[in-house]
């Protein structure tokens, strides 16, 4: 078991230390019984960090059962985010779930999505707390949710992720909490959880104003009342290792610092630049991997997901705080955190994501948004959940929030995919997730195009040249000439019968490139 015994922590005297909890305890498979079929689920978890272990296996064991009975037996399920192959695609290979919202990951899930068997809510990840609240999302039957212990008052230590579990316990019927043994204790004080929320027409101004600063409390709040089951687990969380930085990540990491530091001798940004946000995946770890060795000192961060490389610059020093909802960690770094987590003790803030997304603070600091796309358009429209216009990849996550409202937009993809069969700059996107009004600087291997204040044919200039594949430019150019030559209007010319003719000739031919 990864932990820090010596850590002074008050878990130390036992992870369920409230009476009549402790009463509760029972099985997983028994307390997966208590779910009923039709039901709404929602359960903790947030890229691969702090989903219940235990409890969704045990479901799955009930649904494959009663499905061989000729019995219905479908949920609705609700998380953070993405969770892991014992949550997402335990349920979903049985054949379990009849609508998933916000954000997933699974290949079944995805199959099962795009093969339309499956609903799929995609939805801003800051909208969906308020969602539920509203009443927009339908009735909320049972909450699954993972702790690190509970208290002798009923308060909750949480786990490795927050996501929307204050509200999941606040709006569900009944709660089933499971108590994982592998998780620190330690990370008892790491947690803010703000309970200030309200609806409108009695919203109050949230009084954050760095990253670091801590507005609620480290527990959460449920009622034993509510509480059916507790189940005690110990098992890691699931994520998996990053991919060392390939040469198309080190190029666009390398743009991008040359622009923050473009920035910082402009003026516009100070030296210690502002808060960082950063997305999921390779890309996004390579650029962070580049600002750890790269010029800035003192940087802050204040984003979703804390990864390898956020880590890695908490312990180099470069960062000097974090606020997250999740720390989504490969097993190594994992291993790191937990044996020396008093290091990051006041350095990691872990919030609800209601809160780490939240449109009004992350327009108050001014963050320095980094984001993955699937492809741009010369415009600079933005696809970042959609192959080939119809196939959903994973969802829109936190990306929209951060977009819309950061002091800098930037989204990043390597030029071409498939062996160079896709190009990632298109003529008109085949599905717009951030519009050309929230897309700020593009970049590419290739480079950055920074379209800020630029007209719509200036921006497509600019894609064009500094973000397009060699392969790709000549033709992108003559579709732009063509375009302004036969379009009915000259802002944003587009010729309607080809503009998405690369997306058809990939699907017919299996490649974007002319015969």
């Known amino acids: 078991?990864?932990?820090?015994?010596?850590?002074?922590?008050?878990?130390?005297?036992?992870?369920?230390?409230?009476?009549?909890?402790?009463?509760?305890?029972?099985?997983?498979?028994?307390?997966?019984?208590?779910?009923?079929?039709?039901?709404?689920?929602?359960?903790?978890?947030?890229?691969?960090?702090?989903?219940?272990?235990?409890?969704?296996?045990?479901?799955?064991?009930?649904?494959?059962?009663?499905?061989?009975?000729?019995?219905?037996?479908?949920i609705g399920l609700w998380t953070g985010a993405s969770t892991?192959?014992?949550?997402?695609?335990?349920?979903?290979?049985?054949?379990?779930?009849?609508?998933r919202l916000p954000y997933q990951s699974d290949p079944t899930v995805r199959a099962q999505i795009n093969s339309g068997h499956m609903q799929y809510v995609d939805i801003h990840l800051s909208h969906v707390a308020q969602f539920v609240w509203f009443g927009f999302l339908g009735h909320l039957n049972v909450a699954?949710?993972?702790?690190?212990?509970?208290?002798?008052?009923?308060?909750?230590?949480?786990?490795?992720?927050?996501?929307?579990?204050?509200?999941?316990?606040?709006?569900?019927?009944?709660?089933?909490?499971?108590?994982?043994?592998?998780?620190?204790?330690?990370?008892?004080?790491?947690h803010d959880i703000y309970y200030g929320t309200a609806l409108p027409p009695h919203r109050q101004p949230i009084m954050m104003t760095e990253p670091?600063?801590?507005?609620?409390?480290?527990?959460?709040?449920?009622?034993?009342?509510?509480?059916?089951?507790?189940?005690?687990?110990?098992?890691?969380?699931?994520?998996?290792?990053?991919?060392?930085?390939?040469?198309?990540?080190?190029?666009?990491?390398?743009?991008?610092?040359?622009f923050l530091q473009h920035e910082v001798?402009?003026?516009?940004?100070?030296?210690?630049?502002?808060?960082?946000?950063?997305?999921?995946?390779n890309i996004a770890n390579a650029?962070?991997?580049?600002?750890?060795?790269?010029?800035?000192?003192?940087?802050?961060?204040?984003?979703?997901?804390l990864q390898d490389s956020m880590l890695d610059m908490l312990k180099s020093g470069k960062l000097a705080t974090a606020s997250c909802t999740a720390l989504s960690l490969s097993p190594d770094a994992a291993a790191y955190f937990n044996e020396h987590i008093d290091e990051f003790k006041g350095r990691i803030v872990i919030r609800p994501q209601e809160i780490s997304n939240h449109p009004e603070l992350i327009r108050r600091m001014g963050l320095i948004a980094m984001n993955a796309m699937i492809e741009a358009d010369i415009y600079g429209n933005v696809n970042s959940t959609?192959?080939?216009?119809?196939?959903?990849?994973?969802?829109?996550?936190?990306?929209?929030?951060?977009?819309?409202?950061?002091y800098l937009s930037i989204f990043m993809t390597p030029s071409v995919a498939k062996d160079g069969a896709i190009s990632c700059v298109v003529p008109m996107a085949s599905h717009v997730d951030h519009t050309e009004h929230d897309v700020q600087v593009i970049v590419t291997e290739r480079g950055l195009a920074d379209l800020r204040g630029l007209a719509p044919q200036q921006r497509a200039r600019a894609v064009i040249e500094r973000c397009a594949h060699p392969d790709y430019r000549d033709a992108l150019t003559d579709y732009l000439e063509r375009a302004k030559a036969g379009a009915n209007g000259q802002?944003?010319?587009?010729?309607?019968?080809?503009?998405?003719?690369?997306?058809?000739r990939y699907l017919k031919q299996g490649s974007m490139k002319a015969a």
């Open 212 to 258: 670091g600063q801590h507005i609620g409390e480290p527990y959460l709040h449920c009622d034993p009342a509510k509480v059916i089951a507790v189940v005690e687990t110990n098992a890691p969380d699931r994520n998996s290792k990053f991919a060392a930085p390939d040469a198309n990540s080190q190029a666009i990491a390398t743009h991008i610092i040359d």
């Open 1 to 74: 078991m990864l932990t820090n015994p010596s850590a002074p922590t008050s878990l130390a005297a036992g992870r369920i230390q409230h009476a009549g909890l402790r009463t509760k305890l029972m099985t997983a498979e028994q307390a997966a019984a208590l779910i009923q079929p039709g039901w709404n689920v929602g359960m903790s978890g947030f890229t691969g960090a702090g989903y219940p272990k235990a409890v969704p296996l045990a479901l799955a064991h009930h649904i494959e059962a009663a499905h061989a009975r000729g019995d219905k037996f479908r």
């Open 287 to 305: 650029v962070l991997a580049g600002l750890n060795t790269g010029p800035f000192d003192h940087l802050t961060a204040y984003t979703e997901v």
């Open 386 to 406: 959609h192959l080939m216009g119809s196939a959903i990849m994973n969802g829109i996550g936190g990306s929209g929030d951060f977009a819309r409202n950061a």
């Open 491 to 504: 802002h944003t010319p587009h010729l309607l019968d080809e503009a998405l003719s690369w997306h058809q």
């Open 84 to 99: 892991a192959p014992e949550l997402d695609g335990a349920l979903a290979k049985v054949d379990g779930i009849d609508m």
């Open 144 to 190: 699954v949710i993972e702790v690190a212990g509970i208290l002798p008052d009923g308060r909750l230590v949480p786990s490795t992720s927050v996501g929307n579990n204050k509200t999941w316990i606040d709006q569900a019927d009944h709660v089933i909490l499971e108590v994982n043994h592998w998780q620190n204790p330690g990370l008892e004080g790491m």
């Open 265 to 281: 001798a402009k003026g516009r940004l100070p030296k210690e630049l502002l808060p960082l946000q950063s997305g999921v995946g």
